[in-house]
């Protein structure tokens, strides 16, 4: 007897594996390979002889939730309230658990838009929920008409994720609109805004529901210290929700964690006030323009990239096998590793497009688009 009887590794691991055992250059899982800011590992040899080694309160340090209330008002100009609004999670992953466990009872139905990241069915699942995939268009954004089609009095919550893990898109004014349009139109309807990459956006500012008026009271908000400060294996991140909605989220969070990291949340409550996150799109920008110049003369044909750091690469002029398989063959043939973006699909829909996360030193860049462009 198995409760997700369907999952099995997941691809990010398979591909990392398979990296490592065949010295290819790993461009699949999304994790950047330069140094942490020192300023960071200053704090942590500092904190080390500091008394941060017992638990914090449960929703988090006092310390760490001003920060990140400070943070969120800088950026969305929204007052969120520390105490009845904010919790700091062991990443967005148990975050986005989390509120699902609280929020999700036996025959709700979760609209997930399709490719969509990995943990978001399991939970649902695991809930008792019904995951309803509805698949976005073929340049990754939202078709709002087929959307509304699959909504009904039993949709409890549509889960987004802007900017779009894999394909780097970003949703404009009008996305929100029709998002709010469309909660509007059902009462019971909750929106779980994943935006770990939310100060990753390169030609245009990445638009939070912490700013949607029409949303805010509806939303649970998620974001990912791992992806604004390149420390992913810290597994910290954030939930924001409305004080009903998280008084429900606290409830699971007490058993399923109780308290994040201590350590982790006393460093990060100082280093916040010491660094500066809007710089982070224009960090990640040099690095998408050196990728995709460099693959200008590559058999590749490379979708539009907005933020995230990941560029999608169509290489239907290279080969016809399958995804899968032409993900296994760059690794083990060509020595550079990505990830098929079929997996992120309920229905495997497989058009002959891979992702390469180019959170990586230039070096690395540049290596791995000399293989490329040898295809
Ligand atoms: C869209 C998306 N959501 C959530 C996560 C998980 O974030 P964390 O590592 O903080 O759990 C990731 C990580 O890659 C992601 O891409």
Redesign the pocket.
Known sequence: MSKLPNIGTNIFSVMSKLANETGAINLSQ?FPNFPVDTKLTDIIKQKADQNVHQYTPMPGSGELLAAVSGLIEKSYKRQVDTNLELLISA????G?FTTIMALIETGDEVIILDPS?D?YEPSVLLAGGTPVRVPLDLNFMPDWDLIESKTNSKTKLIIT?NPH?PSGRVWSESDFEALETLVSKNDQMLVLS?E?YEFITFDQKHISANEREKLKNRSIITS?F??SFHI?GW?I?YVVAPEHLMAEIKKVHQFNVFSVNSVAQACLAEYISQTDVFILGEFYKEKRNLFQQLLSDSNFKLAPCQGTYFQVADYSAISSESDVAFSKTLTIKYGVASIPVSVFSANGQDDRKIRFCFAKDNDTLIKAANKLCKI
């Open positions: 999304g990443g967005a992953t148990q986005i990241y943990c994720n893990n994943d770990v990912s791992g992806k992913t597994k991140g």
